[in-house]
């Protein structure tokens, strides 16, 4: 079952930027659960601390594409290395504002600062893969292994990331959660830029504002449904934590939200060491509608071993999903582009995140967490019924862009 991925782990330099990448996204998982804890504790609101998290959220998602267009024009290095620097500086200010009780507008600014330098480290990983097995004899299939062990990845770093967020901020201070997080990404991030020899070279063009890879019918139609997606997981960091601590064990709040992760885990670990015969668009669509259907029964949980195990089985929808996802961006932008291309639907989950965030926080202040459940089971039902719908645009179609 393993042989496909130590074949793929054997290439040059495959090992130090898939492990440094994994260091580099750790706080992917940590920080929306971390500003939570830090800013609820700080003030005393989940809304406030949703929306700060919210904030933080859209601001990434909506400024990565932009990161990521820059860096397939200039190079990985010279774009990412002041990009995690001002990221980390951007980490602290939000640190800071929180600790001396600086007015909410100045959370906010700090959030934005963080959250338009923070890129996307897994694109730049999967770039990375795409060059390294350009001209492979079996490329198609170690690239679908590759992609598969970067979701698979990204899978333990949720699981991990809540735990040890979670465990930081109620064992010794909200702050340590936001501190591990800067380090993690400061560290790994570095670690990864350094990595000169597998770093995809720059292509030198310059895309004018109406060359976005958003053309491509198929891209809206995936950024639309990872938005929807993105609802979900945001709402779960909120909802779980608020339903958790209304049981008076905000302690287990961390473990419950990896189980999700461990589901979706253990899921790609199967689905990366088979080579499937379906088209990716309809790999695609199947996981999302059952991503959809797993997430339904938590409009009807009642305590937090229900909650955890409806979160576990939902998780094995979502690692196959986000695996074709990703195989079908590749699919529909132009080899230039791959890096933006791979950033719009991390994007496009990044402004679910934040909505889900800010609007389930709300919703738990004013009704409480078992209401709020209503907002992952909603948007699971519009994700699948969008790509049931749009499904003729979810196959490979190459748009031609203009050079400058």
Known sequence: MFHT????????????FSSAGALARLPLSMLGIGLILLVEDATGSYATAGA??????VTGALASPWVSRAVDRFGQARVMLPAIALHVIGLFLVLAC??????SWMMFVAAVVAGASIGSIGSLVRARWSRALAGHEREAHLLHTAYSLESVIDEVVFVGGPLLVTMLAIKIAPAFGIIASALAVGIGGTLLMLQRSTEPPPSGLQHGPGASVLRAPGMVVLCLSMICVGVIFGAMEVLVVAFADERHHLDL???????FALGSLLAGLGYGSVQWSWPTGRRFRLGVVLL???VAPVLFVQNLPQLAGIIFIAGFALSPMLISGNALAQELVEPTRLTEGLTWMGSGIGIGIAVGAAISGAVVDAAGA?????VPAGAGLLAATLVLACSRWLRPVRIPQPTS
Do not use: H, I, K, M
Not at 52 to 57: E, I, L, P, R
Not at 98 to 103: G, H, K, L, W
Not at 253 to 259: D, H, K, N, S
């Open 52 to 57: 700060v998290a919210g904030v933080f959220g």
């Open 292 to 294: 959809a259907l797993g």
């Open 5 to 16: 991925y130590r074949e793929a782990l054997a290439l040059p330099g495959a090992r130090g």
């Open 253 to 259: 709040a961390g473990w419950v939200l990896a189980g």
């Open 98 to 103: 929180a600790q001396f009780s600086a007015p």
């Open 370 to 374: 078992q209401v709020g459940f209503a």
